[in-house]
């Protein structure tokens, strides 16, 4: 390895050990590819009271000493859909259900239930699925980190799981 690739590696790894230090373990997802996800789930009940949902998950997770994962999307989204498929594996549920309580919002056409984000200073939605993770004291605490999973098709099951492991300690 040259020295400037030896460089360039050791500040990467200094940028990231700090995030890496604290979050939690993410868990090793079997599934390798996202082509072998059974047909993903429809997350998003239009007909849901999204500010009841909300509040009562911040309830729960405040009492259960949990992150909460407010999921907005909607049922016509594919990446929203395979998120939703991807946290259901047998082998990530668990672990999400240990670290978060996850509480989707549809979101419509981005008409619908938009006053949420907005509450957290998200004042439009640049795709979806987007994320805020917010702790038990209501703080948000993915400041700038909500739309990272936008194109999640194009991701690895293993990397969006490793996304989700930034936050819970």
């Keep these: 390895m040259t ?11 200094m940028i990231a050990a700090p995030v890496s230090a604290l979050a939690a373990k993410a868990p090793k997802v079997a599934l390798k590819s ?3 996800l059974p047909t993903p ?16 998950a911040l309830k729960r997770a ?5 992150l909460t994962l407010i999921d907005f999307g909607g049922n016509w989204c594919a990446d929203c859909r395979i998120f939703a498929g991807v ?10 259900d240990k670290h978060y309580e996850v509480v989707t919002v549809n979101v419509g056409r981005y008409d619908r239930n938009m006053q949420i984000p907005a509450r957290y200073g998200v004042d439009k939605l640049k795709g979806v699925p987007s994320f805020l993770v917010v702790d038990g004291n209501g703080k948000l605490v ?17 990397s969006i799981v490793d996304w989700l492991a930034q936050w819970p300690k």
Aim: aromatic share 8%; charged share 25%.
């Design 87 to 96: 946290i259901e594996q047998p082998d990530v549920k668990p672990w999400v």
């Design 34 to 36: 996202l082509a072998d």
């Design 41 to 56: 789930p429809y997350p998003y009940d239009e007909k849901a009271d999204a500010e009841a949902d909300v509040a009562a």
């Design 142 to 158: 993915n400041p700038g980190a909500f739309f990272a999973l936008t194109d999640a098709r194009n991701m690895t099951p293993q």
């Design 3 to 13: 020295p400037r690739l030896l460089a360039a590696a050791l500040a990467t790894l």
């Design 62 to 66: 405040k009492k259960a000493h949990k």
